[in-house]
């Protein structure tokens, strides 16, 4: 008995070692192929024009943008940010987190910006009167994020630009964005064992450090998070999760 459970367990983490192995070594392999900008000031952070315009677009809107970051943690990770529009209001706002200074920012670039010339992908997105009860909440949690302090950003396992949004999402029920699969520092709850409702609100998580840890949901599915990377499936979209490549479905 002894024997098939340490031939099972041995199983188990080859298992989970191939699965962050080789399809981090493909992402490397793919994405140093596409090549990146090789400094901040090469890199474009221009609007994309994809964001609705606030001129014909009255009522309330939140969105979560998330992109991928620079150079070679473009292989591992995406750079997430949340922004919100109130109803009638003429323009956009923009949260998120960065690595130098004072880490909170707001409108430290357009709302769709490129990141390091990345172009951004909609993650989630909310309107209507749910948006507007959803916006003062943001903006509550922004301001308590507990991890504000000049020089508290930590790029692995976090807390990080992904930890921030996944801190506000957590903070406010009308939310019930996943956040993807790349944004290694979401599942970053703070030091030690932590339990926490999953940002979907749909099921909850475990965390030790943010370096491993397991979430169970209805939307983001079973969920293996070792060393930040998420190894997952998701039944309700037929799709998996792997490091690098994120979600891969059949409905989404």
Do not use: C
């Amino acid at each position: 008995m002894i024997r098939i459970v340490k031939h099972t367990f041995r199983t188990l983490i080859w298992t989970i070692v191939l699965l962050i192995a080789l399809p981090l070594s493909a992402g490397a392999v793919w994405y140093a192929s596409q090549g990146w900008p090789q400094s901040w000031h090469q890199a474009e952070w221009h609007s994309t024009g994809t964001a609705p315009d606030p001129a014909f677009t009255p009522e309330a809107m939140v969105r979560i943008y998330s992109a991928r970051t620079g150079r070679w943690k473009s292989i591992f990770a995406v750079h997430s940010w949340i922004a919100v529009k109130p109803a009638g209001a003429e323009s956009w706002t923009r949260f998120e987190v960065v690595g130098w200074g004072r880490p909170v920012r707001q409108n430290a670039y357009p709302v769709d910006a490129l990141w390091y010339s990345n172009p951004p992908q909609v993650a989630y997105e909310l309107r209507g009167q749910e948006a507007s009860r959803a916006i003062p909440k943001i903006v509550s949690a922004v301001a308590n994020y507990p991890h504000s302090a000049r020089g508290s950003y930590t790029i692995w396992p976090g807390p990080n630009s992904n930890t921030f949004v996944a801190h506000v999402v957590r903070q406010v029920p009308e939310l019930k964005g996943e956040l993807p699969a790349r944004a290694v520092g979401k599942d970053y709850l703070g030091s030690g064992f932590q339990i926490a409702p999953t940002p979907s609100h749909s099921g909850w998580q475990i965390s030790w450090n943010g370096v491993a840890g397991i979430a169970l949901a209805w939307e983001e599915g079973l969920e293996l998070h070792v060393l930040g990377a998420t190894i997952g499936i998701d039944p309700l979209d037929l799709a998996i999760k792997l490091p690098s490549f994120g979600r891969l479905g059949l409905l989404s």
